[in-house]
């Protein structure tokens, strides 16, 4: 999987237009069966913070987490809706379609359509 961190780290200030959480949300969606540990690379953040996240996301209906033998697989409600007011109108698919989200299989395995893994309500 890609590390998306070389224009974070050469941005001024070191801050990015998206919020760790949807930067993390933007992993999940990309990689159902991506381990925290590597979320925590690619993102940037520790393991912990990350687990934190993604409790914070499941807790909130965005992510749901199944167990696939030993690993964790995660499924994006892409119809939950942003939290803040300003973008309240927005759900998480939009955000994700916004921000070039790529294909993926889900947690059966079978692969989503070509737009970025997005249900056909966030076209």
Same mark, same amino acid.
């Given at each position: 999987?890609?590390n998306f961190r070389p224009e974070a780290e050469s ?12 930067? $993390? ?12 540990? @590597?979320?925590? @690379? ?46 309240? @109108?927005?759900? $998480? ?19 989503? @359509? ?10």
């Open positions: 999987m890609k941005s001024p200030g070191g801050w990015t237009f998206l919020t760790n959480h949807s930067h $993390v949300l933007l992993c999940l969606q990309r990689d159902p069966h991506v381990r925290l540990r @590597d979320v925590a @690379d690619q993102v940037g953040i520790t393991e912990r913070a990350v687990q934190r996240i993604v409790h914070e996301l499941e807790e909130a209906g965005v992510a749901i987490r199944r167990r696939q033998g030993r690993r964790n697989v995660y499924e994006i409600n892409f119809d939950s809706h942003l939290r803040h007011p300003l973008e309240a @109108d927005c759900t $998480v698919g939009e955000l994700l379609q916004a921000v070039g989200a790529e294909e993926t299989s889900d947690a059966a395995g079978a692969t989503s @359509d070509s737009a970025g893994g997005l249900p056909a309500s966030a076209k």
